[in-house]
């Protein structure tokens, strides 16, 4: 198969593209950055170079492919940060629906189901809808969990103040993901034939956030790590503080109260909370505690 990467070559699209690749399938990944084309190359994929904004190079990327692994990037500098995310998703659509392909995988979040009350996964419940009108194209979009490595960002918290924390209770429970777990569904359902609209849960734990401190902090040799529940206005300075621009702050404080309040979770509770990937809780500890030593 001709399958299409967006990504580049990050946390998820890089094992993506190598799997598909050891698999023997045609694989081109789009990247705004010239730099990473020898990378891409090296790989055995072919580089598309461009911008995900300019709609005439999505769609002679896409022209001729036979499915699409599509994932938007993170605006976190930008303003009218949900309403330019959909847009890219436009974008996509409209590149998919001049094109060959018949098969779509998106990188979606728990917490699309809603539009409100989720901070930036508002704008992937709209991107879904977007791709649901479709013709002749089955979709599949995968819901992820909270990336483990979003637990990276809190390692300067840590270090200067011994605690670990968000604008939820120690007694919420927080669904999880690898992304190398993620890759690997999005690659089971890139090669699928199939004329359904599907939706996928992909965790890989659903802890607790006081399991987060206990975890994180035996991995550590910190075992008295505390989980903090910080007000709204303290998660706002505090992501403020370590340089977050103010309206990506905000939708993430947003986002922590629909995890506090049970609407981001709501759905991903409704399939049955499924666990169908690998990477425990505890596995990832070890390349946490890797970085915080590093």
Do not use: C
């Amino acid at each position: 198969m001709k399958i299409i990467i967006t990504g580049s070559l990050g946390n998820v699209a890089k094992p993506l593209a190598e799997q598909l690749i050891t698999e023997n399938h045609d694989v081109t990944v789009i990247s705004s950055s010239e730099a990473r084309r020898s990378e891409i190359e090296s790989l055995g994929a072919k580089a598309a170079i461009g911008s995900v904004s300019d709609v005439q190079f999505l769609k002679g990327t896409f022209k001729d492919a036979d499915a699409v692994f599509l994932m938007t990037p993170p605006l976190v500098s930008d303003n009218n940060i949900v309403k330019n995310t959909i847009e890219i998703g436009r974008n996509y659509a409209e590149a998919v629906a001049s094109s060959n392909i018949n098969r779509l995988v998106m990188l979606s979040s728990v917490g699309a189901d809603s539009p409100i009350e989720n901070g930036p996964i508002a704008g992937l419940h709209h991107i879904e809808k977007i791709y649901n009108e479709l013709e002749s194209v089955s979709s599949t979009f995968l819901r992820a969990g909270y990336f483990y490595t979003n637990f990276m960002n809190d390692i300067p918290l840590i270090k200067t103040t011994g605690i670990i924390g968000a604008n939820y209770s120690a007694d919420v429970k927080v669904p999880l993901v690898h992304p190398k777990d993620i890759a690997k569904a999005a690659a089971e359902e890139l090669v699928k034939i199939t004329s359904d609209q599907k939706i996928r849960y992909v965790a890989s734990d659903n802890r607790k956030a006081g399991d987060f401190a206990t975890v994180f902090g035996a991995a550590i040799d910190k075992p008295d790590l505390p989980w903090v529940e910080f007000t709204d206005e303290q998660s706002f300075e505090g992501m403020s503080q370590a340089g977050l621009p103010e309206e990506m702050a905000k939708l993430y404080e947003e986002m922590g109260r629909g995890i506090r309040n049970g609407i981001v979770q709501e759905d991903f509770i409704r399939y049955g909370s499924p666990i169908d990937a690998e990477t425990k809780l505890e596995d990832f500890a070890k390349e946490f505690a890797d970085r915080f030593i590093s």
